[in-house]
C-alpha cells in the first residue's frame, strides 16, 4: 500500500461521481480518508473547498482540492504514477476515452435520468429510444476502444471503464423502476458482460452502493423532486 | 465526414466564426505545425474536428490536449498544460468552467431577450468576473507562459463586441484586468491570426438569428 500522504475524499456513498474517485484511488492502493458529506445543508468544508459548484467530490491531496471527477481521476493517475495507469499511453486513444467519457457524462446519461421524471408514455418512449441509442453506441466503442480486451481500456480496467461502470448502480436502479432492460445482455452483449466484471472488480466492490439500498434512496429522490416541480 | 482526407498530416474542419475552431488555430500555430485549414458549415454540429493522418479527434478541449501531447514541450515548442499534477487539474477545472458556464450563457445574451437575457446576462458576468480573479495580477492563466486556459478563452475575444452590443454590457469597463490579457494575448501571432474581425462576427451572428428565426 502506498503511503498515506493526506489524501482524503469528500463524498457520498451514492453518487458515482464519488465513486470514480475511490476507484480511482483503489486501483492505485493509495489510502485514503473517506468524509461523509451532510448534503442537507451542504457542509462548511464542501463550500470552502468547491466554492464553484459546492457539489461532491472533492479530492484533497497535500491539503488541495481538487474538484470535478473527471479531472480528480486524471489527477489521481498523474500523481501516483507507478501503479496500474488509467488513461491511455497513447495519445489518440486518450482522446477517444476522454470523447466517450464527454459523451456519457454530457448527453447520454442526462438522457437516462430523464425517465425517472417523464410523466407519460409517450415521453417515457422517446427515453427509451434515446437510450438504447446511446448504449448501442457505447456497444461499439467498447469494441473500438478495448480492441478485444476485457475492458474498454483494454486489459486493464482504465478511464473510460471507470466513467460508465460508476453508473452502473444507478442504471441497475433505473432499469428495477422503470422495466426496461437497459443492459439487455442479447442487444449489448459485450457491454452486459463488462458490467458484471466490472462491479466484481476489487477496487469497485467495496465503493459500488448496494441496489437495493440506493433504489430506496432514488425513490424517495424522485418522490421530493416530483413534489417540488409540481408545488413550482 | 469530408471527401478526400489526406491521409497523412493535419487537417481541422472549423468554421470561421466558431470559438471552439479557433481553439484550435491557435493551438496548431503555437506549436508550429503545418496543417490545413477546411471552412466548414458546422451548422447544428457542435465543433471543430481534427483530422490527423486520417483519424478524427472532436471536442476542442480534446483537441487541445491530443495536440499538447502529440508535439510536447521539445523543440522550443510550448506545453500548454503545466507539468505539475496540480496545476493541471486547476487547468482542466478553469477550462472546464469555460464551456459550461460561457459558452451558453454568452450565445443566450443575443439569442434571448426578456428574463432568459438578464439570467443571461448576470451569469455571463459572474462568471468572467470569476475568471478575472483567477488570472489575478499574473500575465497569463498559465502564469509566466501562454497556456491551456488562456487558449480555451481567448477563442471567445472576437464574439465580445456581440456580447456587448447585443446584452448591453460595458465589458471593457467591467473588466479591465481580463481586456488587457485579451490585448496581450493578441500581441501573440497564433491569436491575432486566430481571431476574425469583431464586427464580421457581429454581422455573423444576425445572420444565424435571422436563420434560426430569432427576434
Known sequence: MAESEDVKVLGAWMSPFVMRARIALNLKKVDYEFIAETMHPKSELLLKSNPVYKKIPVLFHKGNPICESLIIVQYIDETWTSVHPILPADPYDRAIARFWAAYIDDTWNPEVRKYSMANTDEERAVVAEKTFAGVQLLEEAFQTCGKGGNWFGGDALGYLDIALGSYLAWIRVTEKMSGLKILDGDKFPQLTAWADRFCAEEAVKGVMPETDKLLEFAAAMIARMKAASSAK | ?215
Open chain 2, 1 to 215: 465526414m469530408g471527401s478526400d482526407l489526406p491521409e497523412k498530416g493535419l487537417v481541422l474542419l472549423s468554421s470561421w466564426p466558431s470559438m471552439f475552431g479557433i481553439r484550435g488555430v491557435i493551438a496548431l500555430e503555437e506549436k508550429g505545425l503545418e496543417y490545413e485549414y477546411r471552412e466548414e458549415d458546422l451548422g447544428n454540429k457542435k465543433g471543430p474536428v481534427l483530422v490527423h493522418d486520417g483519424r478524427p479527434i472532436c471536442e476542442s478541449l480534446i483537441i487541445l490536449q491530443y495536440i499538447d501531447e502529440t508535439w510536447p514541450g521539445a523543440d522550443g515548442a510550448p506545453c500548454f498544460l503545466p507539468a505539475d499534477p496540480f496545476a493541471r487539474s486547476q487547468a482542466r477545472f478553469w477550462a472546464d468552467f469555460i464551456d459550461k458556464k460561457i459558452t451558453d450563457a454568452g450565445a443566450n445574451l443575443w439569442m434571448t431577450k426578456g428574463e432568459a437575457q438578464a439570467e443571461a446576462k448576470k451569469e455571463f458576468m459572474e462568471s468572467l468576473k470569476l475568471l478575472e480573479g483567477e488570472l489575478g495580477e499574473k500575465p497569463y492563466f498559465g502564469g509566466e507562459t501562454f497556456g491551456f486556459v488562456d487558449i480555451a478563452l481567448v477563442c471567445f475575444a472576437s464574439w465580445f463586441h456581440t456580447y456587448d452590443v447585443s446584452g448591453s454590457l460595458n465589458m471593457e469597463a467591467e473588466l479591465p484586468k481580463l481586456m488587457a490579457w485579451v490585448k496581450r494575448c493578441q500581441e501573440r501571432e497564433s491569436v491575432s491570426k486566430a481571431l476574425p474581425d469583431p464586427l464580421k462576427v457581429y454581422d455573423f451572428m444576425l445572420i444565424l438569428k435571422k436563420r434560426y428565426g430569432i427576434e
